[in-house]
């Protein structure tokens, strides 16, 4: 079956770091970018980045550059997102998602990260 | 980089058409023909409905159909059903491999 296949839920406490997971299986890992979405409790969709797993070539939002740090091992067919000092609005959803073509085909269910004030 | 513009809420009843806005500018909506929407029932991952402006994935719905004028791209469901009760969010290609979402539009079916 494709899919991708993220982490558990996480609480964590602020100024920790955090390194949550996606895992793609049924399909080529390397021939997909792999993006991530972040939706805040009742909120919306944000685009947050997106990385190459076959280069780790990988852009970010302006909004998120500088916050957040996208990384790939291609031998274990696994997208990682990491933050380095967590806040409170931190707290939310993370998707990761398979782009094709110009579009994401392919969501992960989600891995939440609360982050208590 | 700023959230594409989508009306919180519309509304219809069984049957009824409801069409969703999406408002961007010449740099994402307006520049690509790259827009795709996604639907998302509440606890559940968003599903991709509408690709490329107004091309369809297998299995989806052909009451489900998008357009494009402009800075301004549309999503319609025709035929409203009970199960269309959800949250509508668009997407639109930005340059340089980047992606901005819509702020998304929560349908309610009467």
């Known amino acids: 079956e494709v899919q991708l296949v993220q982490s558990g839920a996480e609480v964590k406490k602020p100024g920790e770091s955090l390194r949550i997971s996606c895992k793609g299986s049924g399909y080529t890992f390397t021939n997909y970018w792999i993006g991530w979405v972040r939706q805040m409790p009742g909120k919306g969709l944000e685009w947050m980045g997106i990385i190459y797993p076959g280069d780790s070539d990988s852009r970010y939002s302006p909004s998120f550059q500088g916050q957040v740090t996208i990384s790939a091992d291609r031998s274990i067919d696994t997208a990682y997102l990491r933050w380095n000092s967590l806040k409170a609005s931190d707290t939310a959803m993370y998707h990761c998602v398979r782009l094709s073509g110009w579009h994401y085909d392919l969501w992960g269910r989600g891995t939440l990260v609360t982050v208590p004030s | ?110």
């Not at chain 2, 998302?40 to 989806?60: N, T």
């Not at chain 2, 999503?75 to 979402?101: H, K, M, N, P």
């Open chain 2, 1 to 110: 980089q700023s959230a594409l513009t989508q009306p919180r809420s519309v509304s219809g009843s069984p049957g009824q058409s409801v069409t969703i806005s999406c408002t961007g500018i010449s740099s994402d909506v307006g520049g690509y023909n790259y827009v795709s929407w996604y639907q998302q029932h509440p606890g559940k991952a968003p599903k991709f409905i509408i690709y490329d402006v107004s091309e369809r994935p297998s299995g989806v719905p052909d009451r489900f159909s998008g357009s494009k004028s402009g800075n301004t791209a549309s999503l319609t469901i025709s035929g409203l059903q009970a199960e269309d009760e959800a949250d509508y969010y668009c997407c639109s290609y930005a340059g340089s491999y980047t992606w901005v979402f819509g702020g998304g539009t929560q349908v309610t079916v009467l």
